[in-house]
């Protein structure tokens, strides 16, 4: 198969490309493939049968072995499903066979199959030829180095179960590594395998004990490791012949001792073999005793082979913390009892526990659990994210394995018993579930091909709610998550609709993360939103630093039980650890290593101790955690591949410094971030570097990340590190800039005083005044006012009277107003009001407000008594709130509440009619999910309106309705309530705020349903009024957004592009305001228009970040308007890029199922359209017309006539229709459109063929 042929057939993410095809087995095929990102080959493992078996185990090879780093097992890298293929990769390993490395030159004719207790019959024997000669030495080394890694597995609670020379491989420098852990198993507890009865493995190499289905453990692997041996001294097997044979003689009687055949030197192997291949597992030697023979062996003489590769395993180095070393979290189990408690009188409850890295989330949690195992008092079913995965439904899946697991445990008639009627839909997400006997006799689920992936989801989602109500009958089920900050989104959905009531499971729903990054883990962000507005109860249990006192117990239970009684060890090592429990590990571990514990050591310091243990790191990853700690603050991964110097060493560098907890990472795309996994260690690594390599470092970042447009603000830490003062000045100066023009006053002072302290002689007249503006705009009267007065010292003549205004301003600001803020706090201080001096302030402010006017409700009392006092204050703070509304929303809002609850109080009806309305119309940017609280403030509204009979107030009430119907993409309703406003308003005076914002929900709404002629008609009447009356935010609104399409309607797109740039030459460059993301649409309408998608999606990929940070993507419109042009903008560039078509489509794709979920009217046809291109580009002909199909129904089902028109047109074509052709050209000219074709590929770029282009 050539190399494009299999990544056709293999349809992988593009960051993959296959090199050549290494191996296949009964499961799966494996590939060496290059890592365009990480610029490193890998091997690359792909599941071929996809059942539900082998995905189980597939999942499980990858995830049981996820935490485990072991220079003699091979390293796991990265679990995902791509285009329905399940894939991991894992290190590529060049070498031999444990056999052909020891015994070179012997003949191996065929390799002895794997068999499974599902396909046992299929298996076939090996016959062994003799020949060649066993290299002691080699043998010596390489039997050592199999024991450690396999000692490693055992450690960990894992079984490897199918040991042969075929999964074990010898590198050319002599490194062994053991391979293929499909069938890994846990040991429990009692060091005993879970599945007693299973028989799986390769019978040559079975033991006796797992070959009758008997309980087995450790002992089991050591025979394989025996077989191996024999096998490589006499060139045969201990036992020969058909499977089934050699199971019962191996249960019968001992192998011939080949110990008299062997040359003198061979024999102590020979008798090590013996002991090991005892039928008896109890008389097997254990690891220890395994090694002892080994150097026993070597005549001591350690042949340097055998510690090339030595070294402990992470899981018992770093992250041992049993469970009964849990101490000082008392008060966190007691809430955590508590939480159950509330489970077991019928309640569904969340549990979510957090706390920063090293603090012990995960030992807490598993004690509790544990706990209630053992005393059974609750199913446990847990599961957990893993940061190196991209599966669907991340954080679900690996629970779902567990229950799948824990039903196969059950009888058949208890399964049924359990099952919800619609569980198809369940397994069809969730395939493992097929291996559930009852489940899989129910079909494949054909049924469901063809329905809405919503629904779909919907009902599985039911189901899986039904089946844990079931389960939770009989006694309550703890379900618990851990790591979930790297979980999905999709989860997070089934995470809140588990326990709404009514009905509601009696599930105890464990979720545990890091609390670092509750902030920017999207599913940890909607979590905690779904917290606030939850109807079951919530717990949260933040896990902290230990107390001295708790320290102390925890270390010397340790001590005590490693055989070290001295009593003043616990508080040194206590008061050196910071209250983190991994560094009492640590410290215990360095104790113990000297003098094993009998005596403290003398000024024993948890920085020497790391210090100590980052000296065993190689040196790729020791570079790569100097670069990552001297950062200061997260970097992209290849910034810190770049500066490190790492090209293939660097995945073996992030998974030692991942799994040792060294470094924390986002992922493993060259754009995810890394930092070290706590600052000690930041602070550690970084204090014991030399000058000099600080200084060198520090500049290669600068450097770097200079490249790449880093933020400036960090590279004034770089520079100044690097000695170069002039670069820190230039972007200390920048970075307060840019500071300033966020609106983070308070950040772009201390960058201003710093640029200050750069380049003493650059104090210039300019740079104390941006200072001083800084330290004003922060809202730091008395510090401006000092800044603004050292300016005096060196301002022009011309200057110095305004620089002294404004020193007295700030001054005044301190207990004191000048002219012009003293008439705003005048307003506000006889409203009873006080501005909000933050963003965040107001924000709270607007939030607490809200929610007390939910728990208060609209009511008011009957009669109302005159009060002019009143009445100015809520007219004060009406102005406010409508004059702030256009430049600080938030601050607006917050005013505008304000006034209603004032309204509200006075009971003084024609306010409150207007309050209710304006703010149902603010909260319906939220989108339909939020109809039934704006249809109940309208309706209080019109209540009072109909009984007042005043048209300003009647108008204010459609105002409202307006935007109510324009945010739920009711866009006829929209222009119909503004219709009426404008009629109502005929009759007021003061209203061109009002008129003029009705004047732009009707443009944009027209724009919407397809009157763009008309539309294109009013923007340039409505301008040309705008600037005639000097009104910027008119003028500026009307050249921006859909209204920009007015010249595009004349095909005069270099026009439009003129217009968004004189608009925004204009408006402030501060911040990211609606505005700004009005022009971002236009700009990306003009470049679709001219048939540049590939500078639209590069427009859109740069504001995304601001776009977001400026929360108006938290608008549903603004949302879904961005997602359709984002994906027709990758559709667009596909014809431009065609060497980027699969990632470009996949980026689409990946927006229409985000449009699709949106729980809106206008979304889910856009996401068809969207999906129609994307068929037609792949040539999925069927798939496109259906699409198309699908969105004509939808637009016009939203009354969007524009959209549904293109449709119609790219059906047309497809279906060969001259008529129905011939009907969208003639809507599109009575519509004026100018250029149908760039009309149409602007709306609907992507469609792929030649002959689809519309003419």
Request: proline fraction near 4%.
């Amino acid at each position: 198969m050539s190399r494009s042929s299999q990544e056709h057939q293999l349809s992988l993410p593009s960051r993959l490309e296959v090199r050549r095809k290494l191996g296949e087995g009964a499961f799966g095929s494996v590939y060496e493939v290059h890592d365009r990102e990480l610029q490193s080959r890998v091997a690359l493992k792909c599941l071929e049968r996809l059942d539900a078996h082998s995905l189980f185990r597939f999942k499980r090879e990858f995830r049981e072995l996820a935490d485990i780093v072991h220079p003699n097992l091979v390293r796991l890298h990265d679990l995902f499903c791509f285009d329905s293929r399940w894939c991991f990769t894992m290190e590529l390993i060049h070498g031999v066979s444990f056999f052909d490395h020891v015994r070179p030159g012997a003949a191996y004719p065929n390799d002895a199959p794997t068999i499974d207790s599902e396909d046992y019959q299929t298996a076939v024997s090996g016959v062994l030829g003799s020949g060649g000669t066993v290299n002691t030495t080699r043998l010596r080394s390489a039997l050592m180095q199999l024991t450690e890694g396999v000692g490693a597995l055992h450690r960990a609670g894992k079984l490897h179960r199918d040991l042969k020379p075929q999964n074990v491989l010898v590198t050319e420098n002599g490194r062994v590594v053991v391979l293929d852990f499909g069938l890994l198993a846990d040991i429990d507890e009692k060091g005993e395998q879970e599945a007693a009865t299973e028989i799986v493995g390769t019978p040559a190499y079975l033991a006796p004990e797992a070959a009758a289905g008997l309980v087995h453990g450790a002992e089991s692997d050591w025979y394989s490791v025996g077989v191996m041996l024999y096998e490589v001294l006499t060139g045969r097997l201990p036992f020969d012949g058909k499977p089934v044979s050699m199971l019962i003689r191996k249960q019968m009687a001992d192998p011939v001792d080949p110990e008299p055949l062997l040359e003198p030197n061979q024999r102590h192997f020979a008798r090590l073999s013996m002991q090991l291949l005892a039928r008896r597992p109890q008389d097997r030697p254990k690891l220890e005793s395994i090694q002892a023979a080994l150097v026993a062996a070597s005549d001591h003489d350690e042949d340097s082979e055998i510690s090339s590769f030595r070294g402990e395993d992470v899981a018992s180095l770093i992250t041992y913390q049993p469970s009964e070393y849990l101490v000082g979290r008392e008060a966190s189990l007691e809430l955590m009892s508590k939480a159950f408690e509330n489970v077991v009188q019928g309640k569904g409850t969340m549990l979510r526990g957090y706390g920063r890295s090293g603090m012990g989330k995960t030992s807490l949690v598993r004690f509790f659990v544990d706990d209630l195992r053992r005393a059974k008092r609750a199913r446990v079913l847990s599961g957990r994210c893993f940061e190196c995965e991209s599966v669907p439904y991340k954080a679900l899946d690996s629970l779902i394995d567990a229950l799948t697991q824990w039903l196969l445990a059950r009888s058949c008639d208890e399964v049924v018993t359990y099952l919800p009627k619609d569980i198809l839909p369940l397994a069809r997400m969730f395939p493992v579930l097929r291996r559930i006997p009852v489940i899989a006799a129910m079909g494949d689920g054909e049924e469901l091909e063809g329905l809405d992936y919503h629904e779909v989801r919907k009902s599985a989602f039911s189901a899986l709610r039904s089946l844990f109500g079931e389960v939770s009958r009989r006694k309550p089920v703890v379900l618990w998550i851990d790591d979930l900050q790297w979980g999905d989104e999709d989860s997070a959905a089934f995470f809140s609709n588990l326990l709404q009531p009514p009905d509601a499971p009696r599930v105890l729903l464990i979720l545990s993360h890091r609390s670092e990054d509750t902030e920017t883990s999207p599913i940890l962000r909607q979590i905690v939103h779904a917290q606030t507005r939850a109807a079951y109860r919530c717990f949260e249990v933040e896990v902290s630093p230990l107390s001295q006192d708790a320290c102390e117990r925890l270390a010397s239970l340790i001590l005590r039980e490693q055989g070290s009684h001295d009593s003043a060890l616990p508080f040194a090592l206590a008061s050196e650890s910071g209250g983190c429990p991994l560094f009492v590990l640590h410290l215990v571990r360095h104790a113990l290593r000297l003098d094993g514990g009998s005596s403290p050591p003398t000024g024993v310091r948890l920085d020497d101790v790391l210090w100590e243990y980052l000296g065993t790191l190689s040196a790729p990853a020791a570079r790569m955690l100097r670069v990552v700690a001297l950062a200061g603050r997260s970097i992209e991964l290849s910034v810190a591949r770049e500066v490190a110097g790492l090209s293939g060493e660097l995945r073996e560098a992030l998974d030692v410094l991942r799994t040792q907890r060294l470094i924390r990472t986002q992922g493993v795309r060259s754009t995810d971030l890394v930092e070290p996994y706590h600052d000690r260690i930041r602070e550690i690594v970084t204090s014991r570097m030399s000058l000099e390599e600080r200084v060198s470092l520090h500049q290669a970042l600068a450097r770097c990340l200079e490249s790449r447009g880093a933020d400036p603000e960090t590279l004034v830490v770089h520079y100044r590190g690097s000695g170069d003062r002039e670069s820190a000045w230039r972007c200390a100066v920048a970075a307060a800039e840019r500071a300033a023009e966020a609106l983070a006053f308070r950040r772009a002072a201390d960058l201003y005083r710093e640029a200050l302290l750069l380049k003493p002689e650059r104090r210039t007249y300019e740079l104390r005044i941006k200072l001083a503006d800084a330290l004003a705009n922060a809202g730091h009267g008395a510090d401006a006012s000092a800044a603004y007065l050292e300016a005096l010292v060196t301002a022009p003549a011309q200057d110095v009277l305004e620089i002294r205004r404004k020193a007295a301003e700030q001054a005044l600001l301190v207990g004191k107003v000048d002219e012009g803020l003293a008439l705003i706090d005048d307003m506000l201080a006889a409203a009873g009001m006080k501005l909000t001096k933050t963003s965040l302030g107001a924000l709270l402010s607007l939030l607490w407000r809200r929610a007390w006017l939910r728990v208060r409700g609209v009511g008011f009392r009957g009669t109302y008594h005159h009060d002019p006092e009143i009445l100015r204050r809520i007219d004060v703070g009406w102005a406010l709130a409508v004059g702030l509304s256009n430049c600080d929303t938030i601050r607006g809002a917050d005013l505008q509440v304000r006034a209603l609850l004032l309204a509200l109080s006075a009971g003084e009806p024609s306010r409150i009619a207007r309050g209710l309305a304006l703010q149902a119309g603010m909260l319906a940017v939220a989108g339909p999910k939020c109809h039934d609280k704006c249809m109940e403030l309208l309706d209080a509204s019109r209540a009072l309106t109909s009984k007042l009979g005043d048209p300003f107030t009647l108008g204010w009430y459609h105002v409202g309705a307006a935007a109510v119907a324009y945010f739920e993409g009711r866009f006829g309703d929209c222009i119909s309530e503004g219709d009426k406003a404008m009629a109502a308003f005929t009759h007021c005076s003061g209203v061109s705020w009002e008129r003029t914002t009705i004047r732009h929900y009707a443009i944009w709404s027209l724009m919407w349903i397809g009157h763009v002629g008309a539309a294109a008609k009013r923007t340039k009447a409505q301008l040309e009024a705008a600037f005639e009356r000097g009104d910027l935010y008119s003028a500026t609104d009307l050249r921006l957004f859909t209204s920009n399409m007015a010249w595009l309607v004349d095909d005069t797109p270099q026009e439009a592009r003129r217009a968004v740039d004189e608009a925004m030459e204009h408006w402030s460059r501060r911040g990211f305001h609606a505005q700004h993301y009005y022009a971002l649409y236009a700009y990306g309408q003009i470049d679709l228009y001219i048939g540049d998608g590939e500078s639209a999606l590069k427009r859109v990929d740069q504001a995304w970040s601001p776009l977001r940070a400026s929360m108006l993507l938290q608008v549903q419109t603004v949302r879904i308007e961005m997602l359709h042009l984002r994906a027709r903008s990758a559709l667009a560039a596909v014809h431009q890029c065609p060497e980027r078509a699969t990632k470009l489509l996949r980026r689409a794709k990946s927006d229409a199922a985000e449009l699709a979920r949106e729980y809106s009217i206008v979304a889910p046809p856009m996401a068809e359209l969207i999906r129609a291109a994307i068929a037609s580009i792949e040539n999925q002909s069927e798939r496109c017309v259906a699409c198309l199909r699908k969105a004509i129904e939808g637009f016009e089902a939203a009354e969007m006539g524009q959209y549904a028109n293109v449709a119609r047109r790219w059906l047309a074509i497809r279906s060969h229709d001259e008529a129905a052709l011939a009907a969208t050209t003639a809507y599109m000219e009575s519509e004026g459109i100018q250029n149908i074709e760039r009309w149409t590929q602007m709306l609907a770029p992507g469609f792929a063929n030649p002959q689809d282009r519309p003419h």
